[in-house]
Each structure stands twice: as structure tokens, then as C-alpha cells.
């Protein structure tokens, strides 16, 4: 649980929304786990 809220804060900031901002984990979240599956399909050979 520590780990995914690490990720969603880092992707958050990393794509430009702030750590005050209170969608920050949500939007995070979303772009961590987009991230992770485009990364695990890569992976897969399916991209």
C-alpha cells in the first residue's frame, strides 16, 4: 500500500500536478496504473 501511494504521488508530480493539489493521488493513480499496464503489454510483445 506504502509503494502505490510512492508511485502515485511520484507520477503525479512527475507529469505536473502538484502534492497540495487534493486529485493529485487521483490522477496519479490513474497515469501509475496506465504506466504499469502499457509497460507489462510492452513487455508481452503486444506494443
Known sequence: MKQTF???LKAANDF???KENPEALVHGAVISGFLAIAQAMTD???V
Open 44 to 46: 508481452q510483445g503486444c
Open 6 to 8: 510512492h508511485r502515485a
Open 16 to 18: 505536473g500536478y502538484q
